[in-house]
């Protein structure tokens, strides 16, 4: 007999004698291999409530900035990578003739300002005084020929001077006493304060030339081109020699607060209904592997549309309606701008 055979019945006998008591249990088992059932499974994670595509975004957004001026870029001060702050000068278009402009506003303040200072001011001391001087030496002209007049009319009515005389003494009068009476015209317009038509003429010359400065600063100041937030250079479209074009919106640099990430995730509209705000969350990528990158739903589109993100799979549908979700990653976490993830929610 094998010795196959004689296992096999060693075994039968075994489970005979186990039945009628004569063999102690744990032999049995030792003689009987377990089951599978009998083995512990391992932990089984629980899967997410649903999945989704998504791209990765700065908390800010992506945000293109360009100019909206045409021109020759003179220079681009920055380079993909670069932390910025708010305010900061990222490039400079050529601005020669804008800073002409400048100048010559500049001036015409100064001119107009000058003006108003003449109007309010009234004359200076010196034509003041001239003016006065003029003005005693034609009343003493004007004393000199009323006298003389009076002296010809009391000898013409004596019979002692001829018409003719009198005549000419009463013309000389009239003539100094024009000459003094023009002489103190004169010398009230000089020595007067400024009318108000003339104050607010003066006035209105000098905003309007401020205006026109502030025009032409304005103008200058939109030929530097800076930075609207604080963050990091994701890219660098232009660079320095290159034109940018009259109205066009072609971004210079693209700009983003990279330091908290978010993922714009699209929801399946079948989807909707499971998920809320605060719901936890996890994205993987296929460059990090089985890495996991946890956040939470922080906002929720109010308008279900077309898809914008393609994951380029074979059994993908294009064709679905979708609602835009953004989780915000945990801080600390570092994934590229724009980078295609999976995303898992609940």
């Avoid at 391992?42 to 999945?51: A, I």
């Avoid at 989704?52 to 220079?75: N, Q």
């Avoid at 004596?158 to 009463?170: K, M, W």
């Avoid at 609602?323 to 976490?333: D, K, T, Y």
């Amino acid at each position: 007999m094998t010795t196959k055979r004689l296992s096999m019945m060693g075994l039968v006998f075994a489970a005979g004698f186990a039945a009628a008591g004569l063999l102690p249990a744990w032999r049995v088992s030792e003689a009987r291999p377990q089951s599978a059932a009998a083995v512990p499974a391992p932990e089984r994670e629980l899967r997410p409530l649903l999945t989704a595509a998504g791209r990765v975004e700065p908390v800010s957004e992506e945000i293109k900035v360009g100019s909206s001026l045409g021109g020759k870029l003179a220079a681009v001060l920055v380079e993909e990578g670069d932390l910025v702050r708010k305010g900061q000068t990222l490039a400079v278009l050529d601005n020669a003739d804008f800073r002409a402009r400048v100048r010559v506003a500049e001036a015409q303040v100064q001119q107009a300002e000058a003006a108003w200072r003449r109007v309010v001011n009234g004359s200076r001391q010196q034509e003041r005084r001239e003016a006065l001087a003029a003005l005693r030496a034609a009343e003493a002209v004007l004393e000199n020929a009323r006298a003389e007049r009076d002296r010809r009319l009391r000898l013409f009515a004596s019979g002692d001077l001829s018409r003719s005389d009198a005549d000419r003494a009463e013309r000389e009068f009239q003539v100094a006493r024009a000459r003094a009476e023009e002489a103190r015209e004169r010398h009230a317009l000089i020595d007067a304060d400024a009318r108000e038509e003339d104050r607010a003429r003066a006035e209105a010359d000098v905003a309007y030339a401020r205006a026109r400065l502030a025009e032409a600063r304005a103008m200058l100041d939109r030929t530097i081109i800076r930075s609207p937030i604080g963050g990091v250079v994701l890219r660098k479209h232009l660079r320095a020699g290159e034109a940018v074009p009259d109205g066009a919106e072609a971004p210079i640099v693209t700009v983003g607060d990279n330091r908290v990430l978010r993922v714009r995730a699209e929801i399946d509209e079948t989807d909707v209904a499971k998920v809320r705000i605060g719901q936890g969350a996890y994205v993987t990528a296929d460059a990090y592997g089985t890495q996991r990158f946890r956040g939470r739903v922080v906002r929720l589109g109010m308008l279900v549309g077309k898809k914008q993100v393609r994951t380029d799979r074979p059994s993908e549908r294009v064709d679905t309606k979708v609602l835009e979700a953004l989780i915000e990653l945990e801080p600390g976490q570092t994934l590229p701008a724009g980078l295609r993830v999976d995303v898992f929610i609940g």
